[in-house]
């Protein structure tokens, strides 16, 4: 499948809503919940204002990943500090979750290219050996485990925390 991907704009409220409404049971089986507010449209609403301030100062980008129908198949997040050491995130909805975390996340890291990061953060569920497999195939190394576990959906899991760097 071909993707593209695309900066976050106000006109994406809708259909990046709707993208999380459909998934909201799938990503909720390999990370915490977002809340219910976050599933309401209003809450929404508010989130997303946030995100598009925080990426108009700078501070992150978001991007929409797109098929090539121009439908939302899944959403990535890098924000970068100071010191140019960045935090990922990601999520590729069910039925686009093989293959299509890989090829953007290697788009995102093509991005990433020349803007002076240093290093980028990730952490994912471990129950969640596809993320994890997906951050390796992109470069990123584990990094270590959290010590505590936390339970969700019944499940024990700790959180897995992979870091990509300029000299890997």
């Not at 990601?90 to 991005?111: F, S, T």
Request: aromatic residues 12%.
């Amino acid at each position: 499948m071909e993707i593209a991907l695309t900066k976050l704009t106000e006109r994406d409220a809708e259909d990046l809503f709707r993208f999380e409404i459909e998934n909201r049971a799938y990503f909720e089986e390999m990370v915490p919940t977002r809340g219910e507010d976050y599933y309401k449209f209003d809450g929404f609403l508010t989130r997303h204002e946030a995100l598009l301030s925080e990426q108009s100062r700078g501070d992150a980008t978001f991007y929409l990943v797109r098929n090539q129908e121009g439908h939302i198949v899944g959403r990535m997040n890098i924000s970068v500090d100071e010191k140019m050491h960045g935090d990922l995130g990601y999520r590729i909805g069910r039925d686009y979750a093989k293959g299509v975390a890989k090829q953007a996340l290697k788009a995102l890291m093509e991005e990433v290219k020349g803007t002076g990061v240093k290093r980028i953060h990730a952490k994912t569920t471990s129950n969640n050996i596809a993320s994890q497999k997906v951050l390796e195939k992109n470069g990123f190394r584990c990094v270590g485990f959290d010590d505590e576990s936390f339970s969700m959906n019944g499940e024990k899991m700790n959180f897995v925390y992979y870091m990509w760097s300029e000299n890997n």
